[in-house]
């Protein structure tokens, strides 16, 4: 009796394990194509936000329910939508203000990387982002003030 109490126990130990790990990979990835956009718009790339907002749908998409709650997911692809059917770097960064205030609830409910993930902030815009490094690089902005900012907050 001992044996098949050990044994299960250490079944389900495994499959937890690789339940969270299988959730890290795909929070991840999320967070990865989150950071592709905020990059294309420091960058004044439209091109490329939109491009970029379109893998963010698909990998949201392919993510488990039981990872990312409705109302997020709802709130996420609206904000990603909303990039992919403009080429106008303005109106992309005007949304991109909902966006990371969506991504920053969402990294607040469930870990989205193994290294932490900072929240910045630029009071020009009254707007956040995340970032995967503290150096401000302001996606609102982009060249014109590229380090007007601070980081608020290091989520781990």
Same mark, same amino acid.
């Given at each position: 009796m001992k044996k098949l109490l050990f044994t299960v126990a250490i079944l389900a130990t495994v499959l937890v394990q690789k339940t969270i790990a299988q959730n890290n990979t795909e929070t991840s990835q999320l967070l990865n194509s989150y950071l592709d956009i905020k990059n294309a718009l420091v960058v004044g790339n439209a091109t490329t936000a939109t491009a970029k907002a379109e893998e963010?749908?698909?990998t949201l998409n392919t993510i488990d329910a039981k990872i990312i709650n409705t109302d997020s997911h709802d709130a996420l692809l609206k904000d990603a939508q909303h990039i992919t059917k403009t080429k106008?770097?303005? @109106?992309q960064?005007?949304?991109f203000a909902t966006f990371s205030t969506n991504m920053y609830t969402l990294a607040k409910a469930v870990k989205l990387a193994d290294k932490p993930v900072y929240y910045a902030y630029c009071s020009?815009?009254?707007? @956040?982002?995340?970032s995967s490094e503290p150096a401000?690089?302001?996606p609102y902005f982009g060249i014109?003030?590229?380090t007007c900012g601070k980081v608020e907050e290091t989520l781990k």
């Open positions: 963010f749908i698909q106008d770097i303005k @109106h960064r005007e949304h020009m815009k009254k707007a @956040h982002w995340l401000i690089k302001n014109a003030m590229l």
